[in-house]
């Protein structure tokens, strides 16, 4: 049996831009495009140790601001697509091939 509760829940209903100031609401096209950084400084952090940091950017302003050392790759470059590229049904008989062992168990 499964007994419910409601409860309230703190969501984001909107992200200001701390570059340029752009605003989106939830549910608009721009909202999803918004990045969130945020961290907990460490010991003898330059932030001080144990501050909380944050940032909220929009994609140009990410882009303009950390471009330069971002590592964009598809979604072809990632270890499942590189998985499903290598399995070939006629060869492996419709199961994802098992890695191979190293002797008897």
């Not at 969130?36 to 882009?63: H, K, M, Q, T, W």
Request: glycine content about 10%.
């Amino acid at each position: 049996m499964q007994l419910r509760t409601i409860e309230t829940v703190s969501m984001v209903h909107q992200i200001r831009c701390d570059r340029c100031g752009k605003e989106a609401e939830r549910g608009e096209v721009g909202f999803q495009e918004m990045t969130s950084i945020g961290f907990d400084a460490g010991y003898d952090s330059i932030f001080g140790d144990g501050n909380r940091v944050e940032v909220d950017l929009c994609e140009p302003c990410l882009r303009d601001t950390l471009g330069a050392w971002l590592r964009v790759k598809t979604p072809a470059d990632t270890p499942l697509a590189t998985m499903l590229a290598a399995f070939k049904p006629e060869v492996h008989g419709g199961e994802f091939p098992a890695p191979k062992s190293t002797g008897p168990v």
